[in-house]
């Protein structure tokens, strides 16, 4: 039988170790290697895109540049998702290494006692490594002429606790019975290629956006839910009926279940409830760690690492917690 990938000497190409050994300096090059790297990690102005710049380091040592064209001062991180960060970088450099090492899913609870963080800082830290794993995600289409792809949809939220005695139950299916919170995660997979997920009230709701993600050409395989049928005009469709088989005449949608098994994974082992606001984040790390499952954690690392510096100021975590505490 074939080794797993993740058995394979190939998948393992960083050790956690040698980054918490690394010095404030040592950091601070591997993240202005990633962050520059057309300049092989020599600082580029954020401002003005000016070369030129000298070292003008803050009073407590950690390196400040200020750029000779514009005259204005930046560090390494100014202007990325770790603008602002408190912390020496190693450690950032260390949670993200963590959080690819761990193929499911990382709860910011584990992550805050592993890096002895405020669960806080946690929390915000890993939302902001889904929010540079969602970057790369950003109006993606996939297919083509010739190519194969799966849809399939699933839920999460919304969960009713039954009653304790019998009497009180009722009937959970029924729409009055529900809280509204349940939430439809559709994905759309290219075999052997890349995917892309989205959030619904509903799988229906989720046929326009299907359309706008996946070239036309595409075979698209589906399940039979009847949602799907609207497709037939719009792709060539291959359907797959599970109460009978997962694969039959070159039609299954095994991928994209792959893809609700990881999240479910997720969901069970590591955060509990994923649902509501982040949902979708969580979909997007799902859906970025499936992609890159024959990634070796070195080169995984890496990337997380460059789309976290490609990525502007977070939208939603940027002072998350003095704007959450002043609304409390
Ligand atoms: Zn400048």
Redesign the pocket.
């Known amino acids: 039988m074939a080794q797993h990938f993740l058995l394979s000497s190939k998948a393992k190409t960083l050790r956690l170790a040698d980054v918490l050994r690394m010095t404030d300096q040592e950091a601070e090059t591997t993240f202005g290697k990633i962050r520059w790297f057309e300049t092989e990690g020599e600082p580029v102005?954020p401002?003005?895109?000016?070369l030129d710049a000298y070292k003008n380091p803050r009073p407590k040592g950690s390196m400040r540049y200020r750029?000779k064209?514009?005259?204005?001062d930046f560090t390494i991180t100014s202007g990325t998702l770790f603008a602002g960060h408190k912390r020496p970088l190693r450690d950032y450099l260390a949670a993200i290494a963590i959080f690819c090492n761990e193929v499911k899913g990382k709860s910011a609870l584990a992550l805050s006692r592993d890096l002895g963080l405020a669960y806080k800082s946690a929390f915000v830290l890993v939302h902001k490594l889904r929010e540079a794993m969602a970057e790369e995600m950003k109006g993606r289409t996939v297919g083509g002429t010739g190519k194969v792809a799966e849809i399939d949809g699933g839920h999460f939220g919304g969960y009713i606790k039954p009653s304790n005695h019998i009497e009180n139950r009722v009937d959970r299916r029924l729409a009055a019975n529900q809280n509204g919170k349940r939430r439809a995660v559709v994905i759309i997979r290219e075999r052997d290629g890349n995917s892309v997920p989205a959030v619904f009230r509903t799988e229906g709701a989720a046929l326009n956006w299907i359309k706008s993600r996946i070239q036309p050409g595409t075979i698209v395989n589906a399940d039979e839910a009847s949602c799907w049928d609207a497709l037939n005009a719009r792709f060539e469709m291959r359907r797959i009926n599970h109460k009978e088989a997962y694969s039959a005449e070159g039609a299954c949608t095994n991928m994209a279940e792959e893809f609700f098994s990881r999240m479910r994974r997720a969901e069970i082992g590591h955060h509990h409830h994923i649902a509501g606001t982040y949902l979708l984040r969580y979909a997007q790390e799902a859906s970025w760690r499936e992609d890159n499952r024959r990634v070796a954690n070195g080169e995984q690392v890496r990337t997380v690492a460059h789309l976290a510096m490609k990525s502007k100021p977070s939208v939603d975590f940027s002072g998350y917690w003095q704007r959450h505490v002043k609304a409390a």
């Open positions: 102005c401002h003005c895109g000016g750029c064209a514009c005259t204005k």
